[in-house]
T-cell receptor
């Protein structure tokens, strides 16, 4: 158990809909990262937050947004969903400093039908 | 732009047959190079962090090494339970944690 909790584990929704994925980081970790992993694809970096502030941005679509709350949990909002958004979405957290390792949750499997 | 390339994409070994996985990287100001193991449908599991050229880390049958341009994950006498996808990632001055595509290892008994 990495200590990073993601909910829900599975999500099935229709095209055009909006969903919210939730992540609780490990106790004491200030950084949260979001990744997308499509079938047979690598981990694509979406966005990073540090102590409530956006720290780095990757190839995140405009239809996607995220935030980190004062209690450090984070949410990833996906809107106007398309079939191609079906993927595993992972959250990771890490402590202070760029050199610290990140620990991953078990992911949310999103299926858009 | 920070970039990570892993090779080979897939590797099949017989149990006990040692080999190495390669991770080539370009990064602005390396802050850390990380190795992870990922089982199908699961989140990546942290294995090692390497910070500077010449550094080595070991854990059971795995040993990770680092040069200024590459990292290697050496697997000694692998067992079927070592079958997984092994991911390499770097973090540089941007703070982004960038992953390679991974090497999928299959170890046959």
């Amino acid at each position: 158990d990495s200590g990073v909790t993601q909910t829900p584990k599975h999500l099935i929704t229709a095209t055009g809909q909006r969903v919210t994925l939730r992540c609780s980081p490990r106790s004491g970790d200030l950084s949260v990262y979001w990744y997308q992993q499509s079938l047979d694809q690598g981990l694509q970096f979406l966005i990073q937050y540090y102590n409530g502030e956006e720290r780095a941005k990757g190839n995140i679509l405009e239809r996607f947004s995220a935030q980190q709350f004062p209690d450090l949990h984070s949410e990833l909002n996906l809107s106007s969903l398309e079939l191609g958004d079906s993927a595993l979405y992972f959250c990771a957290s890490s402590g202070r400093g760029h050199g610290t390792e990140a620990f991953f949750g078990q992911g949310t499997r999103l299926t858009v039908v | 732009e920070d970039q990570v390339t892993q090779s080979p994409e897939a590797l099949r070994l017989q149990e006990g047959e040692s080999s190495s996985l390669n991770c080539s990287y370009t990064v602005s100001g390396l802050r850390g190079l990380f190795w992870y193991r990922q089982d199908p449908g699961k989140g990546p599991e942290f294995l090692f962090t390497l910070y500077s050229a010449g550094e080595e880390k070991e854990k059971e049958r795995l040993k990770a090494t680092l040069t200024k341009k590459e990292s290697f994950l050496h697997i000694t006498a692998p067992k079927p339970e070592d079958s997984a996808t092994y991911l390499c990632a770097v973090r540089g001055n941007t703070g982004k944690l960038i992953f390679g595509q991974g090497t999928t290892l299959q170890v046959k008994p």
